[in-house]
């Protein structure tokens, strides 16, 4: 998810920017309504963009092949039998952990394939967690549920079914506590096909105990919304927070990853504070100094600029796989007294205002921003920063989103290949912290 501007050639797509087509008008979510029976309702809501592209026939194929097609029908008839809404936050903390643990289980290879798909797949667990959320947005309960709430049990299915609320970082010295973070697909109305190298390595990693030269190290990993504003709102502080502060379980490194250019590897070594304004997931944009939430630990005055901690030279020296590993110092600035964005291959000058990271200027830059801006907020001394992968390619002839199929042998090893990289590459990594 580099800069978009100078990325969709490259990825041979463009999304469609217009806004979504007109739904039929429904209540507003939360508001109390009359059923025929006069029975007094809580009306739902309509189902968002990302949502909406479930209907597809390619999201239909991805959830029957993997097993994952009865996610959402099984917890829609759970939540129509919930009397409560403390039934409903019981509910949705266990299905959205469950979901996320029988996503880990499928990849890891634990459990039933329930179907054709191959394993290490990311999109089962993108699409069968839209199909829970739609149905706890269009959800209409037997009393009365304010919109507020409503939407506290949606980030709290979010959270659960994103490995955000069950990290599990070891204390103690025996083993290096390694934090990672993926995202899901994107790009999806230019291909609904899509996959996300990232977060399939996430789900691949969770959990995984690692051989370094230093010793073990334990992997947690949690996945991240392609939507600019989770991120506005702390998503990505509130997760990480717990173990970039002081105490037993606090990181000894973290990598967010994301997928960047075709055919290569980049550690982006600078973050710019600045939004592109690419539409996201939602079809929504925003273009600006990346918000910094209250409350969130931060440095002030805020940065322009933050820089990886990541041993870069080691990893790009190591040999980790077959795709090549760049020291990315590319930067996009408007210098300091000027008013026009300059390109800098050696990174950011002086008093230099960001337009574009070395990871660009959209949610991949800004997940690499706040979490080092965190570590540095927190005085976190540790190799943090960010990762770009090689981008997921179909094979030769199945290129075409109208044509082609969900999947493919060039696909399947593209995927795996990359995500084998990336455990080396965390290997390399901690194999450089003290013992």
Do not use: C
């Not at 999109?123 to 947005?137: E, F, I, Q, V």
């Amino acid at each position: 998810m580099r800069r978009m501007r100078i990325r969709l050639g490259l990825l041979g797509a463009v999304l469609a920017v217009s806004a979504p087509p007109a739904l039929a008008a429904a209540p507003t979510a939360g508001a109390a309504v009359r059923s025929a029976e006069g029975t007094v309702r809580s009306a739902g809501a309509a189902p968002t963009v990302e949502e909406q592209r479930l209907d597809g026939a390619v999201p239909q194929e991805i959830l029957r092949r993997s097993g994952f097609a009865t996610v959402a029908p099984e917890f829609a008839r759970e939540l129509a039998a919930v009397e409560s809404v403390d039934g409903a936050e019981h509910l949705v903390a266990r299905s959205g952990q469950r979901l996320w643990q029988r996503a880990v289980d499928r990849v890891q290879g634990r459990g039933p394939a329930g179907g054709d798909l191959s394993r290490d797949d990311d999109r089962p667990l993108y699409w069968a967690r839209l199909g829970m959320t739609k149905a706890l947005r269009t959800w209409q309960p037997a009393f009365a549920l304010p919109e507020s709430r409503r939407q506290e049990l949606i980030t709290r299915l979010e959270r659960g079914s994103r490995g955000q609320d069950t990290v599990d970082l070891p204390a103690g010295r025996a083993v290096k506590r390694v934090l990672v973070t993926g995202f899901d697909p994107f790009q999806l109305d230019a291909d609904a096909r899509r996959s996300n190298p990232s977060g399939a390595a996430a789900l691949a990693l969770d959990g995984t105990t690692i051989r370094t030269p230093s010793g073990p190290a334990r992997v947690e990993t949690a996945v991240f919304p392609v939507r600019w504003t989770d991120f506005a709102e702390g998503t990505v502080e509130r997760t990480l927070a717990p173990y970039f502060r002081s105490g037993p379980h606090r990181v000894d490194m973290f990598t967010t990853i994301s997928q960047g250019r075709p055919g290569r590897f980049d550690v982006e070594r600078t973050n710019g504070a600045w939004r592109g304004g690419y539409p996201d997931n939602d079809r929504i944009s925003r273009t600006g100094t990346v918000p910094i939430p209250a409350g969130v630990p931060t440095v002030h005055p805020q940065p322009q600029w933050t820089v990886t901690t990541l041993p870069y030279e080691r990893i790009v020296a190591a040999g980790t796989g077959g795709f090549p590993v760049h020291d990315n110092t590319a930067v996009t600035e408007i210098p300091a007294g000027g008013t026009q964005p300059v390109d800098r291959p050696d990174g950011p000058t002086p008093g230099s205002t960001a337009r574009a990271g070395g990871g660009g200027d959209y949610l991949s830059n800004e997940i690499a921003y706040r979490a080092t801006l965190l570590r540095d907020a927190l005085r976190l001394r540790v190799p943090g920063g960010h990762l770009h992968t090689p981008v997921l390619q179909f094979g030769a002839g199945n290129s075409d989103p109208s044509t082609g199929t969900v999947t493919d042998p060039d696909f399947v090893r593209n995927r795996q290949a990359i995500t084998g990289q990336i455990r080396a590459i965390l290997t390399v990594t901690a194999g450089t912290l003290p013992r």
